[in-house]
């Protein structure tokens, strides 16, 4: 089993900035991607940005509605992802989870991700 947990949400103003972190333990050797969902109330959870963790390369994909503001980051030994997020609006307002799978697929499929971490808020508001 792997285990992910969140961390770095919180109240900020439009315009701000936030860093979230999702540290990944348990059996990790084998994680291909690793992603970032969210999900806002009374909406479905939508994908925010993924990234593969193969140490030869790889390759990082975002959603429309965040590329540009958002960036996202690996560091494969510790087995975690970060995500930058920058300019952000109040349409950013969600619970942000973190995503895991072992094999390629989908990757911006939630139903493609093996492991979810428990999320954490972040609220845009002035």
């Known amino acids: 089993q792997v285990q992910l947990v969140e961390s770095g949400g919180g109240l900020v103003q439009p315009g701000g900035s936030l860093r979230l972190s999702c540290a990944a333990s348990?059996?990790?050797?084998?994680?291909?991607?690793m992603a970032w969902f969210r999900q806002a109330p009374g909406k479905d959870r939508e994908f925010v940005a993924h990234?593969?963790?193969?140490?030869?390369?790889?390759?990082?994909a975002y959603a429309e509605s965040v590329k540009g503001r958002f960036t996202i980051s690996r560091d494969n030994a510790k087995s975690t992802v970060h995500l930058q997020m920058n300019s952000l609006k109040a349409e950013d307002t969600a619970v942000y989870y973190c995503a895991a799978r072992n094999t390629g697929g989908v990757l911006t499929s939630t139903q493609e991700y093996d492991y979810w971490g428990q999320g954490t808020q972040v609220t845009v508001s002035s």
């Open positions: 348990g059996r990790t050797g084998r994680t291909y991607a």
């Open positions: 990234t593969t963790m193969t140490w030869s390369g790889g390759s990082a």
